[in-house]
């Protein structure tokens, strides 16, 4: 099967069968993503562990949930951990609408390029995602995008790791990064 308008999500499934990597759509663009390294999944999860306990009644992280872009089901992405409303846990769709999403993690590969990175954060803010959280453990830092509008965020927060992570409403509370594993250089 080739890409083609109209098919791509199709295509995006056959090749997860196949290689069991993970396929998003971002833009029309398939992007393909191997299966995380321990750095990388260590990073989500400590990043769960300190966010699931202090969330407010309503409100539950979960991992492997895409959203889609805005009314195309066909352009979507799937964040590494994602806060929504725990009706979630109930919903028979694939794809979580993105005025839900409370917050958005992307912790990044070993191997992503500057460029994928940037498409990533704008496809976000195209969305309308709230907030999102890109998480760099190549270089030990973080970033913080808030307010989204028209494809880009007008808020952000930089911050090394060590540095606290202060979360927006309705978390009102920050993040340990100090805890946060960094790739090692070969």
């Not at 609408?97 to 990175?117: C, F, M, N």
């Not at 496809?123 to 760099?136: F, G, M, N, P, S």
């Not at 494809?151 to 606290?164: F, K, Q, V």
């Amino acid at each position: 099967m080739h890409p083609r308008p109209g098919n791509l999500r199709a295509v995006a499934e056959q090749i997860e069968l196949a290689t069991g990597l993970r396929v998003q759509i971002l833009g029309g663009n398939l992007v393909m993503s191997p299966t995380p390294r321990g750095k990388h999944a260590g990073t989500i999860r400590r990043l769960r562990k300190q966010i699931e306990p202090r969330l407010i009644p309503g409100l539950a992280p979960y991992e492997v949930s895409s959203i889609p872009m805005g009314d195309d089901p066909d352009d979507y992405c799937t964040p590494d951990l994602i806060i929504l409303p725990d009706a979630w846990d109930q919903d028979d769709e694939w794809l979580a609408d993105p005025h839900d999403v409370e917050l958005a993690v992307e912790v990044i590969s070993k191997s992503e390029k500057t460029r994928q990175i940037t498409d990533k954060n704008s496809w976000y803010a195209a969305a309308e995602v709230r907030t999102l959280l890109v998480v760099d453990p190549r270089h030990g830092r973080w970033t913080l995008f808030t307010h989204p509008r028209d494809g880009e965020y007008l808020g952000r927060l930089d911050g090394s790791y060590g540095d606290e992570l202060p979360l927006p409403e309705p978390f009102g509370f920050s993040l340990d990064t100090g805890c946060l594993p960094t790739y090692e250089d070969r």
